[in-house]
């Protein structure tokens, strides 16, 4: 079977990408060759950790600067294209992502959940002001360290950080969306960060099917129905 009849015979197609769909962007995953994890430079324990955030918000803005912030400079690969096609022609019905880097709602998807948040929106710890993703992005560019214009307070991005709780919404959403899904395509993530990494388990649970498209094992893939590693070529090769 092919990616292209597997999606053509689903009835409430449903995807959970995770960061292997945007190093095809260029963009390096996480725990991946050249990723976050990899890097002598950075501390990622300490750059989204919520306790250490709060003390010095200048060690995420310094070193998130040029993997995060220049976003606007990314574009959508073959992958994200292909999804936004689907959801538009009725066949993928909800994107659940792990990705913070904006660039499904870039191609064109429009029912995105984003378990993880995003920097699209910045907002003030002390008072609640917020500001969209452009102006912050400039000053971090720029070398500075935003901070609140009304009260002086920190500014974050709307970015999960370890330490704290899934977006509620977009949880509840994808949560939903993986009972109604007779076919969940997994793409581009391990699986190994919770409660993400549950939701394609919900569809089991549920009587729907899983597909995997990853580089690398996962724990579900014994239970997936179809399963491939070279995200490029299966969505070049797409009919739909």
Sequence with gaps: MTLTELLISAKHAVVLTGAGISTLSGIPDFRGVGGLYQRKDIDAGKLFDIDYFRRDPSYYYKHSKDFLYNLDEKEPNVVHEALARLEEKGIVHAVITQNIDLLHQKAGSRNVLELHGSPKEHYCMKCGKTWDFEPIAEKVRAGEIPSCDRCGGIVKPRI????????????????????????????GTSLTVYPAAAVPEIT??????????NRDPTHLDRYACWKAKDLKAEFEALEI
């Design 160 to 187: 999960v950080f370890f330490g704290e709780g899934l977006p509620e919404y977009d949880l509840t959403e994808a949560e939903r969306e993986a009972r109604k899904a007779d076919l969940m395509l997994v793409l």
């Design 204 to 213: 089991l649970q549920c009587g729907g099917k899983v597909a995997i498209v």
